[in-house]
């Protein structure tokens, strides 16, 4: 492509995507370090209790181990919760490993083997003998929903539930026609391909260089700094890329701990590599207890909804998210009862998973709203347009835009909704009954404080960074385009570098507030660049751009010349020959402006259709379209975007038919720790994914009028799913997944 012609808006392949297929791009447990030293993690085996003795001899006596930590001989580190604490932890008291003797949680860390190899540690780590007093434990939220509780202390980030409008409980009661269920999903593991590693290279004089599996590399700097009482110069951690993370990358788990810890007490490089079991045994989606009630009169006009949830979380943390207050967003009601409580399960502290809280209240509206529109014998997408939400009703405030009724419209042509027959079980194929869902999706649309740097070379070369990540959303790509774009540039001369910890500094990856918060980051920094260049390129003798403004130039094919008449141009190396210039850096920071924050509320919608066909007798259900109608502003790179859907959309699918984690409450641990177990969608079970980005102009939101889009795709498909199962069979379903036993078995069928 010329580098007159915008990168943004067009489809661009991943810059990084060759680094990727021919294995140069280096993930966490792939760098290495002379004398690297391998460390391996001993779990606990009860859920609750403490360690009685731990035995290590055995471990020590084998050739190659160098040492065995446990509680009892770790080194010493800060004694203060808050020093544990990282850049999104909940309120509470953060996990420690190998702390003391208390045993919070199956699979809990009680010690780390250090050996010359890996095999070694390995074989070391099956000799390390624990002997536990084990205590009662409670791994149930359903046995525990009577201690459930409002947390004293919010989550930072995470908005309560506002408080009620009208009198749901009145309404309700009044309204000729209502629905009311209890919906629940299972808890859900992370499961990215790369699993959570360190690497810790010793560089002596007590400086370290990491490589961590991790969403924001400054988060981890800080907590190993905070943690281990080092100056911030001495850490550095580099995370150019990492193989999934889906927000069990947020947070610094344990392996970090473990892997600095050892590094810092034997003065040696040590990694250390969790299982696929040991992922298991942190962070998941939580189980959450949802309780829906919708009162509507006879037109199908809401009354009011009452939504209730109790969420799971740690003995040590209160871990939030926004699950109930969708249901006051979403759609125009007067009266809405919202309420969220907490209940102490013996777990590790649940972790934020793709979109968090909205796939889980969601599913419970969504559904809840189309049993509604049975009840009424209403189209279930003409019951959610006549209760359009025109304004963000939970806070009074206008959007900053808002295309939902546009998706709603795009998609539904695509799909060809208007030949949908309206009773369940009137589709079908041969022995296949066929079903079609509706359901909405909504996340926020937001951005967070950022700072890039940007840095023209003579021979014309770019370079931005900043310190985030790219966990495979594209972020190298869309940066570079972005830059690309601000300087006239090809992409080929520009190179995005992300992923550690002594760049400009930036937030975590996640929320879907990157392309927002780094890209409108990179653009101011571009700007002061193009700033310079343009001062530069007026003092030159003889100039073609002598008493140009900004608003009279623009940057093309490597030139800077006058829009109105391009001929008169300067090539930006011969600029920066000429003005003496080696190099143009320039750093600047992006911030939301208050004053939108304070005015409007930002989302990203989107209308989710779904076709299933279910076999009759056996119970086989297979997805075979989706089409997801996305409003989402701009588009930086469809491409990339459209992968982003597409990977959100397949794993609603398998919330809704395949993922859970099961747990047996007799000994509180996870049982089917593997993905032999714990399934998980291939390549056959995923058809036809259609996605459609509907046109939205965003000038409020950010600089760039970008949203979001890593979260939107999961966010109403395992609702449309479930919709779609009750149209193919009058069967509905109120439990994800939706596996054969429910099925055919008996459930609830709501009432005529």
């Known amino acids: 492509m010329s580098s007159n012609t915008p990168y943004f808006g067009s489809p661009q392949s991943r810059v990084d995507g060759k680094a990727k297929v021919t294995g140069e791009a280096k993930y966490a447990a792939e ?118 509780y409002v947390p004293p202390k919010k989550r930072s980030g995470i908005a309560p539930p506002p408080p009620p409008r009208g009198d749901a409980e009145k309404a309700l009661d009044a309204a000729p026609h209502k629905v009311a269920g209890e919906y629940r999903i299972a808890i859900e593991h992370h499961n990215p391909m790369e699993p959570h590693a360190t690497t810790v290279v010793w560089e002596g004089d007590g400086r370290i260089t990491v490589h961590d599996k991790i969403q924001g590399a400054q988060n981890s700097q800080k907590y190993v700094s905070n943690v281990f009482g080092l100056s911030a110069d001495k850490v550095r951690v580099i995370s150019p890329f990492v193989g999934g993370a889906f927000g069990s990358g947020l947070r610094p788990q344990y392996q970090l701990f473990l892997a600095v810890m050892a590094a810092l007490e034997l003065e040696r490089s040590v990694r250390v590599v969790l299982s696929r079991e040991q992922m298991f045994t942190f962070g998941y989606r939580p189980d959450v207890l949802q309780d829906v009630s919708i009162g509507a009169a006879a037109d199908g006009v809401l009354q009011a909804i009452r939504h209730e949830a109790i969420s799971g979380t740690s003995q040590f943390e209160d871990y939030q998210e926004v699950v109930v207050n969708w249901s006051g967003l979403l759609y125009h009601c007067e009266n809405v009862a919202l309420d969220y409580k907490l209940a102490k399960i013996d777990t590790y502290t649940p972790c934020d998973m793709r979109a968090p809280g909205a796939p889980t209240g969601l599913f419970a509206l969504e559904s809840a709203l189309d049993e509604l529109a049975h009840a009424l014998k209403a189209d279930p997408l003409e019951l959610r347009l006549r209760n359009y939400a025109e304004k963000d009703e939970n806070e009074g405030k206008p959007f900053t835009s808002k295309e939902l009724r546009a998706a709603y419209r795009e998609g539904a042509e695509r799909f060809g909704w208007s030949r949908r027959s309206p009773e369940p079980r009137s589709m079908r194929e041969g022995r296949e009954l066929i079903g079609w869902g509706v359901a909405s999706g909504v996340w926020e649309a937001q951005m967070m404080k950022t700072s890039a740097r940007a840095t023209l070379t003579a021979d014309g070369k770019l370079e931005v960074a900043t310190a985030t990540a790219d966990i495979g959303t594209g972020t190298y790509t869309i940066l570079t385009q972005i830059g690309a774009d601000a300087l006239g540039l090809a992409m080929e001369d520009v190179t995005a570098k992300i992923g550690d910890s002594s760049l400009p500094t930036s937030p975590v990856e996640g929320g879907s507030w990157t392309a927002a918060s780094a890209g ?3 653009l101011a920094a571009c700007d002061m660049v193009r700033a310079r260049l343009l001062g530069a390129a007026r003092g030159l003798p003889d100039s073609p751009l002598a008493g140009a403004a ?203």
């Open 31 to 148: 760098f290495t370090a002379p004398g690297l030293l391998h460390g391996v993690v001993v779990s606990s085996g009860i859920a609750r209790g403490k360690i009685a003795a731990i035995n290590t001899e055995a471990a020590l006596a084998v050739p190659g181990v160098v040492q065995v930590f446990t509680h009892e001989n770790r080194p010493r580190t800060a004694w203060r919760s808050k020093n544990y604490q990282d850049d999104v932890a909940p309120p509470g008291s953060p996990f420690r490993a190998l702390y003391d003797a208390e045993i919070h949680y199956s699979g809990q860390p009680v010690a780390l083997v250090v050996a010359e190899d890996f095999s070694t540690a390995r074989h070391a780590a099956m000799l390390v003998q624990v002997r536990y007093e084990e205590a009662p434990h409670a791994t149930d939220v359903v046995a525990v929903r009577g201690a459930a």
């Open 520 to 522: 409108s980051a990179v």
């Open 550 to 752: 900004m608003e009279d130039v623009s940057f093309a094919n490597g030139r800077i010349g006058l829009s109105a008449d391009p001929l008169r141009s300067l090539p930006l190396t011969e600029v920066m020959r000429a003005a003496g210039l080696d190099r143009i850096e320039e750093e600047q920071t992006a911030s939301p402006s208050k004053e939108m924050q304070k005015t409007y509320s930002s989302y990203t919608h989107s209308a989710v259709f779904a076709e299933v066909r279910v076999d009759e007798e056996l119970g086989v259900i297979r997805v075979t379209r989706i089409v997801d109608a996305v409003a989402a502003g701009r588009i930086i790179n469809p491409k990339t975007a459209r992968s982003q859907i597409i990977g959100g959309v397949v794993w609603g699918m398998s919330m809704a038919l395949t993922e859970e984690s099961l747990q047996d409450h007799n000994l509180g641990r996870f049982m089917n720790h593997n993905l032999a177990e714990y399934h998980v969608p291939v390549n056959a079970d995923v058809h036809d994914i259609d996605v459609i980005f509907v046109q939205e102009d965003n000038d409020k939101g950010n600089p760039l009028g970008v949203k979001g889009l890593g979260e939107i795709g999961i966010c109403g498909t395992a609702a449309a799913i479930a919709n779609a199962v009750f149209h193919a069979t009058g069967k509905r379903i109120r439990s994800l997944p939706i596996t054969v036993d429910k099925l055919l078995g008996d459930v609830a069928v709501p009432a005529e």
